[in-house]
């Protein structure tokens, strides 16, 4: 660095802004190498760091920007299909992209609008018969623990379901979801089991129970082994930016692979407990009720509770997709909740013949497969399918049966197609 260079201010605010981050990333216990990997994989593509003065201001600018009473960021017809406060990530944007969806084109569920929440005045509750030292943390408190990135999908459990009325001819009760309802994401937080473990966690804790902060409280409870997973997280930052309002700034839990109703937004109270902890969110909300479902023994839930997600797979076209006949590359991704896929095969005739796509790199678990496969067109209609085979011998069915809520659906999808 030339001294000169200080004089061009914007050299000047970045050398500073740089020195101030290093100074107080010290000051947290981060290392100089930890702050630069930031700098590098994440805050020079926004042109921020993972400070607490640096998420605040962006909370600022992503705040200036309301563009609807219900959901903050743009709800533009071009990247989602809205119903209520419900936005449904279009296929077709995610054509040829990157690993990531960003989070301007991330699906949006809310069972209502998103609540605006200081984080100055913020505090998350850990408290509960579980733990023998109830804490309270603010903000900036998780923002100076030390701070895992991982990448993982949020797929909400009613993706997939406008397709049980594709199959049965009956549509199950709830947003009839395509296959837009699922995202992955980095997400960057403080391990739920760190905070537990400071509250004091017993040896006989049972269930975690996170409390959201908007108007429906939503109270989804998860057993203690996934609250004291290595990847279960309290996220304030997503992609490398600070936690959108969307998805639950100031801060959100992770629960892989689990059902998306588990990853609570808005976050503001975590109870520990020694018994099982049942609420509406696992007796009545996510239950598999139907005639091949059978309740579990003894359970207070009106069926199976659901909880972590399947094997699926979508096609990065348009619903319906129109194209031009001739030589195609076709492109989608597939997902499982349990693992990684290791295969996936399309059909163009409806299922009489199967061919191998080829799997592209990464391929991170409870994240998706990015594949494609060369199609040469010839004019028609067509309806295209996609099954993956995860690496639990999982793959996807031809039908799955009916349940009234329509969780879960993880059957192969027809695509509709025509070509001209
Ligand atoms: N507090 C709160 N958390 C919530 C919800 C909600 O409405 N309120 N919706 C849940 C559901 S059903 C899903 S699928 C995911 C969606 O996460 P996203 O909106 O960030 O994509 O958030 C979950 N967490
Ligand atoms: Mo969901």
């Not at 605006?116 to 923002?143: H, M, T």
């Not at 020694?274 to 091949?292: A, F, H, R």
């Amino acid at each position: 660095m030339n001294r000169k260079d200080l004089l061009h201010e914007q050299v000047y605010d970045r050398v500073r802004q740089d020195e101030f981050i290093m100074r107080q990333a010290k000051a947290l216990g981060v290392s100089r190498r930890r702050v630069l990997q930031l700098l590098t994989a994440a805050g020079a593509a926004v042109g921020t760091t993972l400070t607490p003065t640096a998420l605040r201001r962006q909370h600022q600018v992503a705040n200036a920007q309301t563009t609807s009473n219900d959901i903050v960021k743009s709800t533009s017809p071009e990247f989602f299909y809205q119903t209520g406060s419900n936005l449904e990530m279009r296929w077709e944007t995610m054509y040829n992209r990157g690993y990531l969806v960003p989070n301007e084109l991330f699906f949006v569920r809310n069972n209502n609008p998103t609540p605006r929440l200081d984080p100055a005045a913020w505090r998350v509750k850990i408290e509960g018969s579980g733990v023998s030292r109830p804490q309270s943390f603010s903000y900036d408190d998780l923002l100076s623990m030390p701070s895992v990135s991982v990448i993982r999908a949020i797929e909400c459990a009613g993706n997939g379901r406008s397709f049980y009325e594709t199959a049965y001819g009956r549509q199950a009760s709830g947003t009839q979801w395509k296959l837009g309802g699922i995202g992955v994401a980095e997400w960057t937080g403080v391990p739920l089991r760190e905070v537990i473990e400071r509250a004091g966690v017993k040896s006989t804790a049972q269930d975690v129970l996170a409390e959201s902060l908007d108007q429906k409280k939503v109270a989804r409870p998860i057993p203690i082994e996934k609250a004291m997973a290595e990847d279960t997280l309290l996220v304030y930052a997503m992609n490398g930016a600070i936690l959108p309002a969307d998805h639950g700034f100031p801060i959100r839990l992770l629960t892989p692979g689990w059902v998306g109703i588990a990853n609570v937004k808005w976050v503001g109270r975590i109870e520990v407990s020694e018994s099982p902890i049942y609420t509406v969110w696992n007796t009545e909300k996510y239950i598999l009720i139907g005639e091949d479902y059978e309740p579990e023994p003894g359970s207070p839930a009106l069926g199976q509770i659901v909880t972590t997600q399947n094997v699926k797979s979508a096609f990065e076209l348009q619903w319906d997709a129109e194209l031009s006949a001739g030589k195609h590359l076709l492109r989608g991704r597939s997902w499982s909740g349990q693992g990684k896929n290791t295969r996936v095969e399309v059909s163009f005739d409806q299922g009489k013949t199967w061919q191998l796509a080829r799997l592209r790199e990464p391929n991170y678990s409870q994240a998706w497969v990015r594949w494609d496969i060369d199609w040469q067109a010839r004019p028609g209609s067509y309806r295209l399918q996609a099954r993956a085979t995860d690496d639990q011998g999982q793959t996807q069915p031809d039908q799955v049966p009916f349940n009234q809520k329509g969780y879960l659906y993880w059957g192969v999808v027809s695509h509709p197609i025509s070509v001209s």
